[in-house]
């Protein structure tokens, strides 16, 4: 480990551009003759178009779904049997299906105008009836969102590890059924796409605020029918992503359709109200759970079955029952469960897309089994965290394979949990008069760089495979690193290049990281999942050591020694009696070639490493979070007193951003325990529409979060890497719910949903007051 290599806490290199407004996002790309684009959206969540009136000046500058013939549907594939999927147009052409589905593209030379443009446009819409919640879908006789699947079932999983046994000598049952709501991704920057034609090289060109540029081309060729070679997608600065930008958007497809059709640069910039009404959202899931325990309070079984209300069609390229699959795989998390049985139900709904992200499913599985833990201490009469140390996996145990055939990573989650709990116990608390003060614990596993193996067994577009990064020694011994991953926010220009300084000993100021364009970096699948330190950082570390190779052979002609007889020392290639830095190596073979045998002419410093963690494996990073609430019992608002995460994502490339990572993942989590939620009235219209009514957690609802790490390497990874991403998004609805269920204990409310809104805290308040009432009633 080096000063400046794996482990250290360099700032980030990309800040400066970043802090003194030099960041280049696709709204500050300019083009001649650009023309922006503004969509008419149904106003209607179920409806038949029986027409579309244009405006008779509109010309070639209002396009319908029957002007794209040959443009495919956006479908994506899926392995689980029986799973419904269905293509989904870029435009509606016979029937609208959620409020916000596009039915006409305007185009003019700014979008003010252009959406002048798009208010003349007038669908004519013959209302159908709609379901707008799962109990709704699923009621017999039920509109059918998609009339010829003849149900609402889009996907339906069963996995049953054998729980008679275990429920036999169970002597405490209980039961919980837990809801968590609907978000939108809200990430700084909305989605965008600027496309243009290219004709002298004969390609489409697309800019895209995306996480995923070679995904993007894929999609794009499969809607166009075009080869790969004649599409090009770059990303500029992405301002945040969340998964959010890691799908297909119908967007994406009609602006690339529309530059085609006019060769012109055509340009879509998504506005908060388009984002918020009309974007994919983030999981809306309904857990209905039985634990089976002893009288300790030792869980024997779990039987549980998920429902997700999946919107209108399938998100590209994961489908529409991602979320049911990795919620059930995870759902018993780090402990040692004897016996697990899950069903999964995916319905299809009038509203948006669900996307399987901002952390995909795992934050809702965590707030189920965790509330469903401290339910079951409550019946039992024992403390939470001793019920969860005697559930845990042990470490003496990692690592190991879960009932439902998973293999963890090796780590030792007593005693984060321990460390969660010594950290909030050293605090004292003040709730100030009239409020009740509460405390709450969340334990999680995080399935990062999910592995080739995993995804290939749901059969999705998708396939991680191994990561690949080209490494271009310069002439001057400066480092050029082309990956295929996009960052958005995650500091990768700075690890990254770190894990090359780690490797070479070069300055990582003299490293720099390219990315966000299909025509310079390898094939990738992109950023998601927790994925880019593991599979990126370990295909550079190839990569690197490729090139160390190279330059020792160069070195050791000029020392006229053998290359095993060379060895790479803090950027310098010393020999038995000589040495020489790696600067002068590379000048030796750009520019003394001469000075060289035949056979080290014929490969340059130009490699390519790729990477894949041992036998396809995916590292587990896990945490512990404590949380501290006051509960106003008068008002039902919720104030975090404290936050204690005390995580494990192995070895740290960079503390700093690591501690970056978390802090920001912990805020979006509060956000989720506490704030955000897209509500839907019963005919499908979307009820918060700004930031008026879609709440999001501002610095003053963020308390001081305290860190604390582990560092247990992974056996599987270059430098026992986890990834980190996603892991502080995890635990705090369940860690706050659980801590707002222990500050109410003394009225008998519990809360089962997030976000715990003031209202609905104030709603189990009042069901335990009724459900005390209707007690004192029957004992009279």
């Not at 920057?189 to 895209?208: C, P, T």
């Not at 899950?342 to 809702?364: D, E, F, H, I």
């Not at 070195?555 to 290359?563: L, R």
């Amino acid at each position: 480990m080096t000063d400046t290599g794996v482990g250290a806490s360099l700032p980030r290199k990309e800040d400066d551009r970043f802090l003194h407004g030099r960041g280049r996002y696709l709204a500050d790309i300019e083009m001649p003759r650009m023309l922006d684009v503004a969509f008419v959206r149904s106003p209607l969540a179920h409806a038949e178009i029986v027409g579309i009136d244009k405006p008779e000046d509109a010309g070639e500058r209002v396009f319908t779904a029957r002007d794209m013939d040959g443009v495919a549907p956006i479908r994506p594939t899926s392995n689980v049997a029986g799973h419904r999927i269905v293509g989904s147009p870029p435009m509606a052409l016979t029937r609208v299906r959620f409020v916000g589905e596009i039915i006409a593209a305007c185009l003019a030379p700014n979008r003010a105008q252009a959406e002048d443009l798009a208010e003349r446009v007038v669908p004519d819409l013959k209302e159908l009836p709609v379901v707008a919640s799962i109990d709704a879908a699923m009621a017999e006789g039920a509109p059918l969102v998609h009339a010829d699947w003849g149900t609402n079932l889009s996907m339906e999983t069963r996995f049953d590890s054998g729980i008679e046994e275990q429920v036999a000598r169970a002597t405490v049952q209980v039961t919980r059924t837990l809801d968590m709501a609907r978000q939108a991704m809200v990430p700084l920057e909305g989605k965008g796409a600027l496309a243009h034609y290219d004709a002298r090289d004969g390609q489409l060109v697309v800019y895209s605020s995306t996480q995923s540029p070679h995904m993007i081309r894929n999609a794009l060729c499969q809607c166009l029918g075009l080869q790969q070679r004649q599409v090009r997608v770059v990303a500029p600065d992405v301002g945040g992503g969340f998964g959010y930008k890691a799908i297909l958007h119908p967007e994406e497809v009609i602006v690339a359709w529309l530059a085609l059709r006019l060769k012109r640069p055509v340009r879509w910039l998504e506005d908060r109200f388009e984002h918020l009404t009309a974007g994919a959202n983030a999981r809306q899931h309904r857990y209905r759970m039985t634990a089976h325990a002893d009288d300790r309070g030792r869980i024997l079984a779990l039987d549980a079955v998920l429902t997700t209300d999946a919107g209108a069609y399938s998100i590209w390229p994961h489908t529409n029952g991602f979320d049911a699959i990795q919620a059930s795989g995870i759902l018993t998390g780090p402990y040692d469960i004897g016996g697990y049985r899950v069903r999964t139900m995916t319905v299809a709904t009038n509203k948006p897309p669900l996307s399987p992200y901002r952390a995909v499913a795992r934050p809702g599985a965590c707030f189920a089994m965790e509330t469903l833990v401290d339910a079951v201490a409550r019946a039992v009469g024992r403390d939470p965290v001793e019920v969860r140390l005697e559930n845990l996996v042990p470490a003496a145990a990692m690592p190991y394979k879960a009932i439902t055939g998973k293999e963890y990573d090796s780590g030792d989650y007593p005693a984060s949990l321990r460390r969660a709990r010594a950290m909030v116990d050293a605090v004292s608390a003040d709730a100030g008069p009239d409020r009740l003060i509460g405390t709450g614990y969340a334990v999680y596993t995080e399935h990062t760089a999910v592995s080739t193996a995993t995804i290939s067994q749901i059969g999705v577009q998708m396939m991680p495979g191994f990561e690949q990064v080209a490494a271009l020694m310069q002439p001057d011994g400066s480092l050029e690193i082309r990956v295929g991953v996009q960052s958005h926010g995650q500091g990768m220009e700075t690890t990254l290049a770190q894990i090359a300084s780690e490797v070479l000993g070069i300055d990582p100021q003299r490293v720099s990281v390219r990315h966000g364009d299909t025509a310079l970096s390898p094939y990738s699948t992109g950023t998601y999942a927790s994925r880019a330190i593991v599979m990126t950082g370990g295909a550079v570390a190839a990569a690197a050591d490729k090139l160390v190779f190279k330059l020792r052979e160069i070195a050791a002609h000029m020392m006229q020694c053998t290359a095993d007889d060379v060895r790479l020392e803090a950027g310098e290639l010393v020999g038995p009696g000589a040495s020489m830095t790696i600067e002068e190596a590379a000048v030796i073979w750009h520019f003394r070639p001469f000075d060289l045998p035949e056979e080290l002419l014929r490969d340059g410093l130009e490699v390519t490493g790729g990477y894949r963690p041992d036998g396809d494996r995916a590292p587990f990073a896990y945490a512990a979070h404590a949380a501290r609430v006051a509960v106003d019992p008068e008002l039902g608002t919720v104030e975090v007193l404290d936050y204690v995460a005390v995580d494990d994502c192995g070895t740290r490339v960079n503390p700093m951003i690591v501690d970056g990572q978390v802090l920001g993942g912990v805020a979006q989590g509060i956000g989720t325990a506490l704030f955000e939620e897209v509500p839907f009235d019963d005919q499908g219209q979307p009820l918060a529409t700004t930031f008026g009514d879609y709440s999001v957690p501002a610095a003053s609802e963020i308390p001081m979060i305290r860190l604390d790490h582990m560092e247990t390497r992974s056996p599987y990874t270059r430098f026992g890497v986890k990834g980190v991403g996603e892991g502080g998004a995890i635990a705090p609805p369940a860690a706050l719910v659980n801590a707002i269920n222990d500050a109410l204990r003394s009225t008998g409310a519990e809360l089962c949903a997030v976000p715990a809104t003031p209202r609905r805290v104030l709603q189990a308040i009042f069901d335990a007051q009724d459900r005390a009432a209707g007690k004192k009633e029957a004992a009279r």
